[in-house]
């Protein structure tokens, strides 16, 4: 294995990567969603395997539960986990033995760094589900990861996994770091260099406050009754959200909820005056959630052009978000 090279696929190559992907991989690829890294395994200018990764699950019961971490540090440090969501070997069978363990075993060395140099902070765990008709798990038990037991066989819909496919694959964990369990329970002091906000959208007080004033303008057509947050304040949590990595309403509502007081002052958040303090409720935001959808759909529709107070990143991130906020 000394000539073969492990690297991050260059932007020039994702296509050819996706579409061997699309081809060749049982279950096919159509795009990755959020944070993702494509590599490639390749002697002499010929690839002999490809892989991707992308943000970890969302939830997962045996994971979590080995953690062991709680609700509110689960969120704010799910972006240290990376999961191995495709893997594909496109040479030939027995033409380079050992090929899969040696890929997966190089990708894993260097995950962390590769992370950092992309999204501004490095992983603390790796994670893969393998589906148990198709796959032993052989290269990760080679490479010493851990079989941490089986999912529900659930898929994420809408935020929330509710939609049952009835295929449970299990779960296997490999810590890129010594002190990766206690770290990734440790919700406060890992500082600036993990931080999920130096790797998500960069934010200044002066564009939320004309993100928020933009957002103002757009029609609330919900109920007033038991309304906690508007429109204008709910819309740009949704943007950053998305523009972080985060898909899905509940996602997007557990962010709000980590801004600081400032940010959420500016955002025109609901003040709890039991609590003394601007608060971002999850659960009504939750429900809310179809209606702010929509909300941005017709927005876009309308406006064909950036108003004046709309930054460009905004007005194209909501673009981008239409249809699968």
Not at 62 to 87: A, M, S, Y
Not at 98 to 115: E, I, V, Y
Not at 247 to 272: D, F, I, R, T
Not at 318 to 323: A, C, D, F, Y
Request: hydrophobic fraction near 40%.
């Amino acid at each position: 294995m000394r000539d073969v090279i492990v690297r991050v696929a260059r932007p020039d190559e994702h296509l050819k990567w996706d579409e061997l992907m699309n081809e060749h991989h049982y279950l096919g690829f159509k795009q990755f969603a959020g944070r993702s890294l494509r590599y490639v395994a390749e002697h002499e200018g010929k690839w002999l395997a490809i892989a991707g990764w992308q943000a970890g699950a969302f939830k997962c019961r045996p994971r979590d539960r080995w953690v062991g971490w709680k609700k509110e540090c689960q969120f704010q440090n799910l972006h240290l986990i990376g999961n191995n969501t495709r893997f594909l070997v496109l040479g030939k069978a027995g033409e380079f033995p050992n090929l899969a363990s040696f890929f997966l075993s190089s990708m894993t060395r260097r995950l962390s760094d590769d992370w950092r140099e992309h999204y501004g902070h490095g992983l603390l765990l790796a994670e893969s589900f393998v589906d148990p008709r198709h796959f032993d798990g052989a290269m990760y038990k080679a490479s010493n990861w851990k079989l941490l037991g089986n999912s529900k066989g659930y898929a994420r819909y809408n935020g929330r996994y509710k939609k049952p496919h009835g295929n449970s694959k299990q779960l296997y964990v490999y810590p890129l770091r010594r002190r990766a369990l206690k770290m990734l329970r440790n919700a406060d002091a890992l500082g600036e260099r993990w931080s999920a906000k130096r790797a998500g959208t960069k934010r200044s007080d002066g564009e939320l406050k004309s993100l928020y004033e933009a957002l103002c303008e757009v029609p609330d057509f919900r109920r007033a009754q038991g309304r906690k947050h508007g429109a204008a304040c709910i819309l740009p949590i949704y943007i950053l959200s998305r523009l972080s990595g985060l898909k899905g309403p509940v996602a997007a509502a557990e962010y709000g909820q980590s801004l600081s007081q400032k940010e959420l002052a500016v955002l025109g958040a609901w003040y709890n005056r039991k609590k003394q303090m601007l608060v971002y409720r999850a659960k009504r935001s939750y429900v809310g959630s179809f209606a702010i959808s929509v909300i941005v759909k017709l927005y876009v529709v309308s406006y064909k052009e950036p108003s004046t107070a709309l930054s460009a990143f905004a007005y194209y991130s909501l673009k981008m978000n239409t249809g699968s906020i």
